[in-house]
C-alpha cells in the first residue's frame, strides 16, 4: 500500500480514538463503542477509497453502520477492510489499558471474511515464526519460542484472555516454567504485541473471536511474525456461516495466506487508553494528542506515529456546507 493512502487511513483510526477517549472511566462502554463507531464511519467519508467492510460491528440487521458488507469511502480503489473501532470496549469504560482503535486493509478479495465465532489462536513474532504451531502443545509452543529467543522458559512471557475456558491451558503454560500475561479484553494487542520489541509479551495463546483473528493476522503479515488459527464454532449456525463465507477450507489449519492473503495488507492501531504497544489519546488546553502504528506489508515498515489536533481547527471528520 501507498504511504499515502496508509496515512489517509489513519486517520480514520484516529477519529475513533478522539472520540472513543472522551469516555474513558465513565462506566458506558456501550457509549464509547458509538462514539467510536459513529466517528469512523464519518471518516470514512472523506478518503478515496471504494471500500467493503469485511469485518466490522456484525450483520446489516445487527448494525447500523460498519455492517458486514456496508460500502464506504468517497470512490476511488477497490479495497477490502477489517474494523475494530473500539477494541476493548470494557478497557475503555473502567479505564484499563491497551484499549485500541483497529484497522486492516488490502487489495479486493484478500480478507478473510470471518464469521463472528470463536478462533484458537497462537502468535509470535519474527524470531520464532517457524517453530510454533497451532497444533502443538502449549508446552511445546512455550519450549520452541524460548529455544528460538535463545531464552530460559522462565523469560519467556505468554499472554492470555483471562477466561475461565482457559483454565487448563493457563495450568500447562505455568507447568512449563514460562510467565503469564492475563488480560480482560483485547486479543488483538495480545498477539501483535508478541510482535513489538519491548511490550514483554513473547508469545499469545488461547481462544477468541475469529474477526479478530483476522485483524491480528494482518499485522502479523506486515511485520513478519506468525499468526494461525482454527474455527471453534458453537453451533451449526455458525459453522454454516463459515461454510458460506470463507474461500478456505474451515476445518484446516487458519494460516496467514488464508487469513489474508496478500503481501499489500496494511494494520493500523491508534491507542485510546495507555498501554505497552500504544499511548492513548491526551487532551489538554490547546488540543489533543494520538499515537498510532502504522504497519505496511508491501515494505516491512512500521511506522509510530503522534498527532497533534489544536483546538480552534475542526477535526479532519468534520465537514460545514
Given at each position: ?18 472520540a ?51 460500502h ?18 470494557n ?33 509470535t ?22 529455544n ?6 522462565g ?13 487448563d491451558?493457563?495450568a ?8 503469564i ?13 508478541t510482535a ?6 513473547h ?24 499468526f ?9 449456525e ?15 489449519v ?59 481547527e ?8
Amino acid at each position: 500500500m501507498r504511504v499515502t493512502r496508509i496515512i489517509e487511513m489513519l486517520e480514520v483510526t484516529e477519529a475513533a480514538a478522539l472520540a472513543a477517549g472522551r469516555w474513558m472511566g465513565r462506566g458506558a462502554k456501550d457509549a464509547a463503542d458509538s462514539a467510536a463507531v459513529d466517528a469512523m464511519r464519518a471518516a470514512f467519508d472523506s478518503i478515496n477509497i471504494s471500500g467493503e467492510i469485511v469485518i466490522g460491528e456484525g450483520e446489516r440487521d445487527e448494525a447500523p453502520m460498519l455492517y458486514i458488507g456496508e460500502h464506504v469511502g468517497a470512490g476511488g480503489q477497490e479495497i477490502d477492510i477489517a474494523v475494530d473501532p473500539l477494541e476493548g470496549t470494557n478497557l475503555t469504560a473502567y479505564g484499563q489499558p491497551n484499549a485500541l482503535s483497529v484497522m486492516a486493509f488490502g487489495p479486493k478479495g484478500t480478507l478473510l471474511n470471518a464469521p463472528d465465532t470463536y478462533m484458537l489462536k497462537v502468535a509470535t513474532g519474527p524470531i520464532a515464526a517457524e517453530a510454533v504451531h497451532i497444533d502443538a502443545t502449549p508446552t511445546e509452543n512455550v519450549h520452541a519460542v524460548a529455544n528460538s529467543l535463545k531464552r530460559p522458559v522462565g523469560d519467556i512471557v505468554v499472554c492470555i484472555l483471562d477466561r475461565e475456558r482457559h483454565e487448563d491451558l493457563i495450568a500447562e503454560v505455568r507447568d512449563a516454567g514460562a510467565r503469564i500475561r492475563l488480560i480482560s479484553d483485547g486479543d488483538v494487542f495480545g498477539a501483535v504485541a508478541t510482535a513489538i520489541e519491548g511490550t514483554g509479551i513473547h508469545l499469545y495463546l488461547g481462544i477468541g473471536a475469529a474477526p479478530e483473528g483476522v485483524l491480528a493476522a494482518a499485522a502479523m503479515r506486515c511485520i513478519g511474525g506468525q499468526f494461525m488459527g482454527r474455527f471453534r464454532f458453537r453451533n451449526d449456525e455458525e459453522r454454516a456461516r463459515a461454510e458460506r463465507m470463507a474461500k478456505c477450507d474451515i476445518d484446516d489449519v487458519l494460516d496467514m495466506d488464508c487469513l489474508v492473503a496478500t503481501d499489500q495488507a496494511a494494520f493500523i492501531a491508534t491507542g485510546v487508553t495507555d498501554g505497552e504497544l500504544l499511548r492513548g489519546v491526551k487532551y489538554f488546553g490547546q488540543g489533543s494528542r494520538t499515537h498510532s502504528v502504522a504497519m505496511d506489508a508491501s515494505t516491512g515498515t512500521v511506522r509510530f506515529v503522534e498527532t497533534v489536533f489544536k483546538t480552534g481547527e475542526e477535526p479532519f471528520w468534520v465537514r460545514r456546507d
